[in-house]
């Protein structure tokens, strides 16, 4: 469950002809529970790449599809982590986390054990009845990773999750998230500005160009962590000196450069 | 960290002053006889009068009987208000469609002032209870869906798309999104309410009620018993300030629990 496809979708904003095109022919296939990351310059049509899988965003042409329907409205089968959290400020932690179980009707003792199942996973235990404002930016984050989680959604799409966050914090939530993924593997699809994290992450890494945006390249990364044994290692920065992640790291930027440099131009 | 004690004090001094200057010219001016006792009785007359009022029965009934009777009143007519205005106006925030249909009645019928009512309020209940509740309502009813409606309209986007991906109905987007965000502007809205209520529902008792403040002082006012007319005067501002001081700090203990500077 949870193939995510792009079939040659185009967006544009304001009226059909005098609006301008933010994506033109965007084609991507994203299979069952894998991870997939998009890179690109700022404005090339990320967000709403990720948008109109989450339901948010029409597309105006082409579809975009998962589990081979149409999507149409927002719905839980796919969850969405945003960059600034969203987490209801009325709510503790734990209201937080059981509230799309709520809106399924989960029976009271199923949802209880799962509430709790995820805030172990997360280790937000001791959080549990805090408020939003209460917590740190990494916390507040792991509770919107608990939220969409809890849900066991087929799809999670997750819009520069940690670029909020300090670089400290923001490590450490890529080790839980690479920890999370192997735990219980999803379709992700992950936007991200840092090069680094999006190799570390993903099983693929889609390069897009500026706007009009569109997929102008599609990496493996899959290949090259499983022959070099990188979740063998437990801490991003021994995976990050290895040469074989350099080198993917290097050709993501090369190709990324080209496209700043033609901005600027 | 000193300034704010200090501006604190001058704060409070400023406060105080103003009341003495306020009771000051109030005393002078009858006791002088600048102006004749009949007109301004003096605040201690006043005083006196209240005291008497409280175990002393006037137009059928002791002061504190009659703030009674008018602030049930007030708690029915502003609770209906609350009851029907809080979930119209989430409603027209939410579905546009009972924005359209209800917006343009409602935008006319705002205007009309709570004691417009009067006359239909005593043709329809006569001085029984649902006279002066009627015209509170009219009074305190637009605040609550003004307040609800804008909260719910001014709700962050973001957290109405978290909850869209997380499967919520329309109905608990109400209940469980809109009007819990929307509660900072809906208590301000309270506030309003209650305190156009309160001074409605004083102005419809001084017709169409036989009990209350109200009917009390235009009693008072055909007997020329200007002290107690100032007494009911004095209560209506004591009950007033006191219902604002409960909705205030309300509003500030919710603000709080939202991490919101209060
Ligand atoms: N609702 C909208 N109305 C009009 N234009 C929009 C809207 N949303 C996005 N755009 C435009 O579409 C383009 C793509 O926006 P998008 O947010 O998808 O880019 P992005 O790749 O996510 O950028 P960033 O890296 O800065 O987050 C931008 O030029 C943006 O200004
Ligand atoms: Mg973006």
Redesign the interface.
């Known amino acids: 469950m949870g193939a995510i496809r792009f079939d040659n979708v185009g967006k544009v904003f304001g009226r059909a002809n005098s609006g301008f095109a933010a994506l033109e022919a965007v084609d991507l296939d994203i299979r069952e529970r894998e991870f997939v990351a998009i890179v690109g310059p700022s404005g090339c049509g990320k967000t709403t790449c990720l948008r109109m899988v989450a339901g948010f965003e029409s597309v105006s042409s082409g579809r975009v599809l998962v589990n081979d329907r149409v999507v149409k409205a927002p719905g839980s089968d796919r969850a969405v982590v945003f960059q600034q959290f969203a987490l209801f400020p009325w709510k503790t932690v734990r209201q937080n986390i059981e509230f799309g179980l709520r809106n399924k009707r989960t029976p009271r003792d199923e949802r209880n054990e799962l509430v709790d199942d995820v805030l172990k996973l997360m280790t937000l235990e001791s959080h549990r009845d805090a408020y939003p404002h209460q917590l740190s930016g990494g916390m507040q984050q792991r509770v919107a990773i608990a939220r969409a989680y809890v849900l066991d959604p087929d799809v999670l799409l997750m819009d520069e999750p940690f670029g909020a966050l300090d670089a400290q914090t923001r490590v450490v939530m890529q080790e839980e998230l690479v920890r999370l993924a192997r735990i219980n593997p999803r379709t992700v699809l992950f936007i991200t500005h840092a090069v680094e994290e999006a190799v570390y992450l993903a099983d693929r890494v889609a390069i897009m160009s500026r706007r009009p945006g569109t997929i102008k390249e599609v990496i493996d990364v899959k290949t090259v962590r499983t022959s070099e044994d990188w979740d063998g290692f437990e801490k991003i920065e021994d995976v990050m000196d290895l040469e074989s992640f350099v080198h993917l790291r290097t050709r993501i930027w090369k190709s990324l450069r080209e496209e700043k440099v033609a901005v600027d131009g | 960290m000193e300034e704010r004690p200090l501006y604190l004090t001058s704060t409070l001094l400023y406060g105080f002053a103003g009341l003495v200057v306020f009771f000051g010219v109030w005393f002078v001016l009858p006791t002088t006889g600048l102006v004749p006792v009949q007109f301004l009785p003096s605040p201690i007359t006043v005083a006196e009068r209240v005291a008497t009022l409280t175990t002393n029965r006037f137009a059928g009934a002791t002061l504190p009987a009659h703030i009674a009777y008018s602030f049930t009143r007030f708690i029915s007519g502003f609770a209906l208000a609350a009851l029907i205005g809080i979930p119209l106006g989430l409603l027209m925030g939410w579905f546009r469609i009972v924005d359209e249909i209800a917006g343009p009645i409602f935008d006319g019928l705002r205007f009309i002032a709570p004691i417009a009512w009067v006359p239909f309020a005593a043709l329809w209940f006569g001085t029984g209870i649902g006279g002066p509740i009627m015209i509170i309502f009219a009074g305190a009813f637009p605040p609550c869906v003004i307040n609800a409606y804008r909260g719910a309209r001014q709700v962050?986007p973001?957290?109405i798309?978290?909850?869209?991906?997380?499967?919520?109905?329309d109905m608990?987007m109400m209940t469980?999104?809109l009007l819990?965000?929307s509660?900072p502007s809906i208590v301000a809205g309270l506030r309003v309410a209650a305190g156009l209520g309160w001074q409605s529902l004083v102005g419809a008792e001084l017709i169409v009620a036989s009990t209350g403040v109200g009917f009390m002082m235009v009693q008072a006012q055909a007997n020329v018993a200007t002290s107690t007319v100032m007494s009911g005067m004095v209560a209506i501002g004591i009950v007033g300030l006191l219902i604002d001081i409960i909705l205030r700090w309300g509003e500030a203990a919710i603000r709080r629990?939202?991490?919101l500077n209060a």
Request: charged share 35%; glycine share 10%.
């Open positions: 962050d973001r957290l798309e978290a909850a869209e991906m997380l499967g919520t109905s608990r469980n999104i819990p965000a509660v629990r939202r991490g």
